[in-house]
């Protein structure tokens, strides 16, 4: 059984930055995506960034592209969402999600098995 736990939301101020976390235990697929999406109230869920394993490719949505980091440490079976530059239309429950998808499948919610219980991103302006 594959759990996800993310952490490091919060409160920042327009202009701050946040890093998020997404631990992941229990073994997974042999070639898979981690994704990071996020669902801001009265909004559909929406894909923010993925890296595949193995390699390490990776993508992002574009109002995300030049302003978030996503990233992986295997040791500590842990990916990143560094996010800077935050802006108040970055508000969202933030979700990291597992599945055996790679190339365009990752932009895909339908394409992850496993998901976290999101991590709350506030920006005020």
């Known amino acids: 059984q594959v759990q996800l736990v993310e952490s490091g939301g919060g409160l920042v101020q327009a202009g701050g930055s946040l890093r998020l976390s997404c631990v992941r235990s229990?073994?997974?697929?042999?070639?898979?995506?981690t994704g990071w999406f996020r669902q801001a109230p009265g909004k559909e869920r929406e894909f923010v960034a993925a890296?595949?394993?193995?390699?390490?490719?990776?993508d992002y949505v574009d109002s995300a592209r030049g302003r978030f980091g996503i990233s992986r440490d295997t040791s500590k079976n842990t990916v990143y969402l560094e996010m800077n530059s935050l802006k108040p239309e970055d508000t969202a429950v933030y979700f990291c999600?597992?599945?055996?998808?790679?190339?365009?499948?990752?932009?895909?919610?339908?394409?992850?098995?496993?998901w976290g219980q999101g991590t709350q991103v506030t920006v005020s302006s």
């Open positions: 999600a597992v599945g055996p998808t790679v190339d365009t499948g990752i932009y895909d919610s339908r394409n992850y098995v496993y």
């Open positions: 229990g073994r997974t697929f042999s070639s898979y995506a």
């Open positions: 890296i595949t394993w193995p390699g390490y490719n990776t």
